[in-house]
């Protein structure tokens, strides 16, 4: 026959087993930590990544080609917007496919798929007309085929060199308009030496 005490102490044993069967039930039942919520979805990218080579087509033909280090899109914002913040590299192709003209910039945000807007150390080289022009910021409406910008800038042809603080010009650079300029340009012959001719006018394309 067992003693009181035996029996006492199984009792409690018994009972600190269900008590922690208990314990280990209400634990296992408890829902997981959820994140708050994301109050504003236009703060967060839908995509982000690194190491990005794009090719981006006009009418269904390929016409530039983009090089970036961070490439992040923004889906939510009013225009939806896509962010280069490590610095971008662009590429032209003319109708054979080669390479007509390179821009690149420090950080670039193209909004709606249609409007470049590039800052920093801003640089095209177009190959066709052996043109360069540099600036801080500059505008690139692809609909339009136009760029333009309201900052220092700085173009350089075989023919003649300006400088100026607004600036706007078809695609090719073939036709533009420099405000508040200084340079050079060739006179054509016979016209007054006291003719103003630092500007070309601009005409305009693609509308």
């Known amino acids: 026959m067992r003693s009181p005490l035996l029996l006492s102490l199984h009792g409690l044993l018994a009972f600190g087993g269900i008590l922690c069967l208990l314990g280990m ?13 994301i109050a504003q979805r236009d703060s967060m ?20 080609k983009v090089i970036a280090e961070e490439w992040a899109v923004y889906d939510k914002t009013n225009p ?8 971008v590299f662009l590429e032209r192709f003319d109708e054979q496919r080669n390479v007509d003209m390179y821009i690149t910039a420090d950080t670039a945000f193209w909004y709606d798929q249609n409007l470049w807007e590039l800052r920093g150390r801003v640089r095209i080289d177009n190959k066709a007309e052996a043109t360069t022009f540099t600036t801080e910021k500059l505008y690139w409406d692809m609909g339009r085929r136009e760029f333009y910008s309201d900052c220092y800038m700085h173009i350089v042809k075989p023919t003649e060199e300006l400088e100026g603080n607004w600036f706007r010009s078809n695609e090719s650079m073939t036709q533009y308009e420099v405000r508040q300029s200084r340079g050079f340009m060739p006179v054509p012959h ?14 305009r394309v693609g509308r």
Request: some cysteine; hydrophobic content about 35%.
């Open 25 to 37: 039930a209400a634990c296992s039942s408890e829902a997981p930590p959820q994140a708050p919520a």
């Open 80 to 87: 939806p917007r896509q962010e280069f913040l490590g610095g």
């Open 190 to 203: 016979g016209a007054s030496a006291t003719r103003d001719s630092t500007r070309k006018p601009l005409q």
């Open 45 to 64: 990218p839908v995509m982000m990544t690194r190491g990005v080579s794009k090719l981006i087509s006009d009418s269904g033909v390929i016409r530039y």
